[in-house]
């Protein structure tokens, strides 16, 4: 019975709601890079280059 029930079940649905979900997921986070400001951008590409320990966020 369990077979039956397995076998009948169609995985399509899920590949396409994950590749919504992936697609939405990623338009979400392209919106928010391109939102930053330019002092942001540069605050947070200079993290690797800072021996301190600071948040790029204080600065806002």
Known sequence: MIKDLV??????????????LFVGSFAVVLFGALRLSR???????SIPLTDSVEDPRDGQ
Do not use: G, H, K
């Open 39 to 45: 002092q942001a951008t540069n605050r947070f590409a």
């Open 7 to 20: 076998s009948a079940l169609d995985y399509s649905e899920c590949a396409i709601s994950a590749l919504v």
